[in-house]
């Protein structure tokens, strides 16, 4: 019978099917993070049960860690015991940990790929809603709560209905200063922040088989953003050139043996999907958030929709007196206080290089704070073998040290009360980057862009 | 897990749709490392002005919902980040029932594993309830897990409300799904042989 990329993964691990449609499913890769983590500790232990396969969970710190000074103690008492807490379980239970400090230190997201943990055809978890990233891989990954990270460390596998498969094709050239986040962004201001709930997405077409992996990952880290349980896409020869030789991958023989398996996951031809969706990617502009959901986007050049009556009216009203805009009212020319480069949706070194590139020989405006947080310790090592740093300081960036950073606002950096910031991130909840901050998501060229200009423009004028 | 059969209680009416998980604890409350306290920072930058007075037109600050173990929120709640803090924070805040036209899947998982009912029912149902609230803050529902029905007072006929049966018998027995998983080591240890060569 015709499969789904999805469901071949999805098949390959159950473990069995249980009354009432529920099934027992295996989880290869585990990832945790300070956060979500110490209760979930706790809870094994207050049960007198340990971790069943410590070999396959790797925790770093990253949602709650400084970005200036990590090789001093954590200042936030609060912040430092939970860090703390991390290091004391990872050296009891026997997990490895790539914390503040070392040189595999990073957003979880960011370090899995790039040390070869996400592998297709594998499944993986994390604490951590933006997990779907890893199905760049053409891997079934997807976020869970403290009590699932509990049921994994102690049983490698969760109790799930299976959900239910939407593919979403993306056909045709991107424009001129188009990127992967231009292209998730817009899919979501279609879709809506509930329009994929219930469904695990795969994302097709020439448009996105023609990203980057680290496009691709962007495309899927935002999934969760539509209600989506994840996203994934189907591997191909850029994966597998991305996994080659990385730290965790499968070498000599077995990486043969590994490739032709990847080989074999993709959708057949005839498989048929719950929803299909198709869109021009030939048609999307650059785009901009105005609202408090990642569902808010429109074109940059375009104006804030008017809304006539609904249900969504009072959220609509609510939302844009957050934002303090009007409806019908073009952004173009809007004054923006911050700029943020960063978290597990845009902080790779691709993210940094399109920025650099930009800003190089130029300055940021005067008023504007711009923050380059890179994703992860090898990031940030790479930054500065190839001059990064050097480009952004002379442009007046600052270059931080790794991290989640200002996207969830759990450390320092956040944006005050009632300023403007242009970010990478994934979400404009409101106060998602500090009370009463105003979140505008874009990519990170659109970002770039912005800091030089101090304002939001129609960045078609300003490409090479 | 406490067990969850039956409630009678009032309703706190939030008519906000896409409510995240943010709004529900913001993430510089997610510094604890125990499950407990959360409930005191629910709905935080709502709930408290920035020197951290209550807000007189949040309706957790009303005098007339004090108590009420029912949140009654607009589409989509719960979406966003996969903290179970939220799950958390509404129950440590009292909350036992949140009623919602659709959940985001994660927070729904989150609230089963926490003893929270996520009860969901249809737009024209959630409209109707908003209604009632409005005309009488103390209305007073019924929510029966065993029958999953939902009574409101004045209506001719009692709501259904799906739920997968093996987390409905959770609820009813404050069962949670580490234990299921725990007994299936077996079939978890053959897999495992089979699927070997991955690792």
């Known amino acids: ?140 990954a997807f976020g869970i709560g403290t009590s699932q990270v509990t049921q994994v460390m102690a049983s490698q596998c969760l109790l799930l209905d299976k959900p239910k498969r939407m593919r979403i094709t993306l056909d045709g050239d991107l424009r001129p200063g188009v990127t992967a986040k231009d ?96 869109f021009d990617a030939s048609a999307i502009q650059p785009m901009i958030t105005y609202g408090t959901n990642p569902g808010m986007g429109i074109p940059l050049s375009a104006s804030i929709p008017v809304l006539n009556g609904g249900s969504e009216a009072t959220s609509f009203d609510k939302s844009l007196r957050y934002m303090g805009f009007q409806p019908g009212e073009s952004l173009l020319g809007k004054e923006i206080n911050y700029v943020f480069i960063g978290s597990c949706t845009n902080s790779r070194i691709e993210d940094l290089r399109t920025v650099a590139a930009y800003v190089r020989g130029k300055q940021k405006a005067a008023h504007v704070e711009a923050i380059i947080v890179p994703g992860s310790k090898q990031v940030e090592q790479q930054a500065i073998a190839e001059g990064l740093d050097k480009v952004l300081a002379d442009a007046g960036f600052e270059l931080r040290e790794p991290g989640c950073s200002a996207c969830l606002a759990m450390n320092d950096d956040k944006i005050p009360a009632g300023a403007y910031c242009v970010s990478t991130s994934n979400r404009n909840f409101e106060g998602r980057q500090g009370p009463g901050a105003r979140t505008l998501l874009a990519s990170p060229l659109v970002a770039a862009i912005t800091a030089v200009e101090g304002r939001l423009v129609d960045i078609t004028q300003y490409l090479n | 897990m406490e067990k969850f059969q039956t409630l009678r209680s009032g309703v706190v009416p939030l008519p906000i749709e896409n409510v995240d998980t943010d709004q529900i604890i913001p993430a510089r409350f997610l510094k604890a490392t125990t499950r407990e306290g959360f409930g005191a920072n629910l709905f935080a930058d709502w709930r408290y002005t920035a020197d951290g007075q209550p807000k007189s037109d949040f309706v957790l600050n009303d005098a007339r919902y004090q108590g009420h173990q029912i949140l009654l929120a607009g589409k989509n709640f719960g979406c966003g980040s996969s903290r179970e803090h939220a799950a958390w924070a509404l129950y440590d805040a009292g909350f036992r029932v ?34 009632v609230v409005a005309q009488d803050s103390q209305t007073a529902l019924t929510v029966d897990l065993q029958t999953q029905t939902l009574t409101v007072p004045g209506w001719d006929e009692v709501i259904y409300f799906e739920l997968d049966p093996y987390k409905k018998e959770c609820l009813l027995n404050g069962y949670d799904d580490i234990d299921f998983l725990i007994s299936q080591e077996a079939a978890i240890t053959a897999f495992e042989q089979q699927r070997s060569w991955v690792f």
């Open chain 2, 98 to 131: 949140v009623i919602s036209s659709y959940f985001a899947d994660i927070f729904r998982g989150n609230a089963l594993n926490t003893g929270l009912l996520p009860l969901q029912v249809s737009d024209e149902v959630l409209q109707g309830l908003f209604e």
């Open chain 1, 183 to 278: 292209l998730i962004l817009y899919v979501i201001s279609q879709l809506g922040t509930g329009g994929a709930t219930g469904y695990f997405v795969e994302y097709a077409g020439s448009a996105i088989r023609g990203l980057s992996m680290e496009g691709r990952m962007t495309v899927c880290n935002m999934s969760i953003e539509m209600g989506a349980r994840g996203g994934l896409i189907a591997p191909d020869a850029t994966t597998f050139e991305y996994v080659k030789g990385r730290r965790f991958a499968p070498q000599g023989e077995n990486w043969d043996r590994a490739v032709a398996y990847w080989q074999t996951l993709y959708s057949d031809e005839d498989a048929v999907f719950d929803a299909e969706l198709q």
């Open chain 1, 1 to 140: 019978m015709a499969k789904t990329l999805f469901d071949k993964i999805w098949d390959a691990h159950v473990v069995r099917e249980v009354a009432g449609g529920l099934t027992v499913f295996y989880i290869d890769r585990h990832l945790i993070h300070e956060v979500t983590s110490p209760q979930a500790f706790d809870e094994l232990t207050a049960r007198g049960l340990t971790l069943r396969r410590p070999e396959q969970i790797v925790a770093t710190a990253d949602h709650n860690v400084p970005t200036r000074h990590q090789n001093q103690p954590i200042q936030d008492p609060l912040s430092r015991s939970q860090v703390d807490k991390l290091t004391e379980n990872c050296a009891t239970f026997g997990v490895e940990l790539y914390g503040l400090g070392h040189q595999y230190q990073g957003i979880v997201h960011v370090i899995g790929p790039e040390l070869g943990i996400t592998q297709p055809g594998l499944t993986m978890v994390c604490g951590d809603s933006h997990t779907s990233t890893h199905g760049a891989f053409g891997t079934i």
